[in-house]
């Protein structure tokens, strides 16, 4: 079989979804999304994880002990400050966590959906 036979069986056992037909040349008018197959757009679905969510509530918790100790001028302890933005810590990191949970399952739905 050759090259171009096993591409056209290729593309016959896959064919891709409907577009809208672009103007310009044919070469490099595709946009970025639509250069992706469905199997690559599925994996770009995100898995949530405790670890990214902590990661970004860490970097929010450094701002905020910047921001209520410095900017703000609280005149409350360090130490109290410390309090403040650990509790903001652990309060963001479960609301990031729970978004992005929703988020995925959401996007799962769709994808799912979107299928048949």
Known sequence: MSKKEKRRAARQAFPKAKSSPSSGSRLGSRSRGARRSGAAASSQIRVPTLRRAAIQGAILAVLYFVFIQWVWKSGAPTAAN??????????????????????????????KGSSK
């Open 82 to 111: 410390l309090v403040f933005a650990a509790g903001g810590f652990i309060l963001y990191t479960a609301v990031a966590y729970g978004i992005d949970v929703f988020k995925y399952r959401r996007a799962l739905r769709k994808a």
